[in-house]
């Protein structure tokens, strides 16, 4: 109580912008939540922009996955390969208005050649996306 009244007083006289995240998913709701649990190493990583109006840009990252283990759902493989590969979306907000009160993406950015656990959420154009806003494990 006594760290928001701090917030809140900073916030009214001295103008300090404090910015909301989404909370972290819990492991329960992760593995709940996600209709595929996929392991493996990231092999290739594509980047965008994609430029929401003029106070909000996004970094938009497509990931390829190598499976190593398939631990929840079925992930037929776009690719003719003897180890199978799925692509992954997550997103990152990149600017925001200083008053900004919402989603933010990842918390974290994957990183090339990393070995990861990824809890998914397939769409309606079958596309596989990270869960928001803690959608992967390294391993």
Not at 69 to 93: D, H
Request: with cysteine; proline share 6%; net charge positive.
């Amino acid at each position: 109580m006594r760290l928001y009244s701090i917030c809140l007083v900073g916030t009214l006289f001295f103008g300090i912008t404090l910015q909301a995240q989404v909370p972290p998913l819990s492991q329960e709701m992760r593995e709940s939540y996600a209709t595929h649990i996929v392991s493996g190493r990231v092999i290739n990583i594509e980047k965008t922009k994609e430029i929401i109006n003029s106070d909000m840009t996004d970094n938009v990252y497509t990931i390829t996955l190598q499976i190593s283990k398939l631990e929840k759902g079925l992930v037929p493989s776009p690719f003719p390969t003897s180890k199978p590969l799925i692509k992954i979306n997550y997103w990152q907000a990149s600017i925001r208005p200083d008053d900004w009160c919402g989603p933010m993406g990842q918390s974290e950015r994957l990183n090339m050649y990393e070995k990861v656990r990824v809890y998914l959420i397939r769409d309606a154009h079958n596309k596989y996306n990270l869960l928001e806003p803690n959608g992967f494990d390294r391993l």
